[in-house]
């Protein structure tokens, strides 16, 4: 299990590490779309997004504007914009779970669909180390090693936060089990119950009609 444990944590940080490419979809007008994202919490993560304009050289249609929310897992809004072409959102994570970035387009007649562009970053790769080393004049090498020590401990708090998972796991499966053997006590207790009461009720019912 530790090794199982040690496996999913080491691609869990390789996942992190690698989520850097950003994503188009396309959005109908009068529509909404959502995207989700597991962060744990007190982890980075930040976010750009943008109308993909279909004719380069020209303004947008005043159509494609989007408005744009990021909810935590208990609905807390961490990010709001309305009637936008772009934007971007960074926060850290106080809650952990799945936050959720949802896109909505007004309704307009006749109805077409933009294309967005959304890049969401968390974790390690949510960090800019491009700017980090411009402003620290930190050496290639350096700037390498704390690229691996934010990667380690990515890891490190990836494996912690699956052992929770699995030691909460454990707990739910043995108060289960303790509660499934208590209804089956109590069952077999109601159905001795009721098998002795109509034993009884048909002693009495024999006895008065003096068949016994």
Same mark, same amino acid.
């Given at each position: 299990?530790?090794?199982?444990?040690?496996?999913?944590?080491?691609?869990?940080?390789?996942?992190?590490?690698?989520?850097?490419?950003?994503?188009?979809?396309? %959005?109908? %007008?009068?529509?909404?779309?959502?995207?989700?994202?597991?962060?744990?919490?007190?982890?980075?993560?930040?976010?750009?997004?943008?109308?993909?304009?279909?004719?380069?050289?020209?303004?947008?249609?005043?159509?494609?504007?989007?408005?744009?929310?990021?909810?935590?897992?208990?609905?807390?809004?961490?990010?709001?914009?309305?009637?936008?072409?772009?934007?971007?959102?960074?926060?850290?994570?106080?809650?952990?779970?799945?936050?959720?970035?949802?896109?909505?387009?007004?309704?307009?007649?006749?109805?077409?669909?933009?294309?967005?562009?959304?890049?969401?970053?968390?974790?390690?790769?949510?960090?800019?180390?491009?700017?980090?080393?411009?402003?620290?004049?930190?050496?290639?090498?350096?700037?390498?090693?704390?690229?691996?020590?934010?990667?380690?401990?990515?890891?490190?708090?990836?494996?912690?936060?699956?052992?929770?998972?699995?030691?909460?796991?454990?707990?739910?499966?043995?108060?289960?089990?303790?509660?499934?053997?208590?209804?089956?006590?109590?069952?077999?207790?109601?159905?001795?119950?009721?098998?002795?009461?109509?034993?009884?009720? %048909?002693?009495?019912?024999?006895?008065?009609?003096?068949?016994?």
């Amino acid at each position: 299990m530790k090794l199982q444990s040690l496996f999913i944590g080491l691609i869990s940080g390789l996942l992190l590490w690698n989520r850097v490419e950003s994503i188009q979809f396309d %959005l109908e %007008l009068g529509h909404t779309k959502c995207i989700t994202e597991d962060i744990k919490s007190n982890s980075m993560t930040v976010g750009k997004y943008h109308v993909v304009n279909p004719n380069e050289g020209h303004p947008l249609p005043d159509t494609h504007k989007i408005t744009v929310r990021v909810t935590s897992p208990h609905g807390n809004s961490y990010h709001y914009s309305d009637h936008v072409i772009e934007g971007q959102f960074a926060f850290q994570a106080v809650e952990g779970g799945d936050y959720m970035t949802c896109f909505f387009s007004a309704d307009h007649k006749p109805s077409t669909t933009m294309t967005i562009d959304f890049d969401w970053k968390s974790g390690v790769a949510a960090r800019d180390w491009t700017n980090i080393a411009k402003k620290g004049s930190v050496e290639l090498m350096e700037l390498e090693l704390k690229k691996m020590f934010d990667i380690v401990q990515s890891i490190h708090d990836e494996m912690f936060y699956l052992r929770e998972r699995e030691e909460e796991m454990q707990e739910l499966n043995k108060s289960t089990n303790s509660k499934m053997a208590w209804l089956s006590f109590l069952s077999l207790f109601v159905c001795l119950t009721v098998a002795g009461l109509q034993l009884w009720h %048909l002693k009495s019912f024999f006895e008065k009609k003096k068949l016994i």
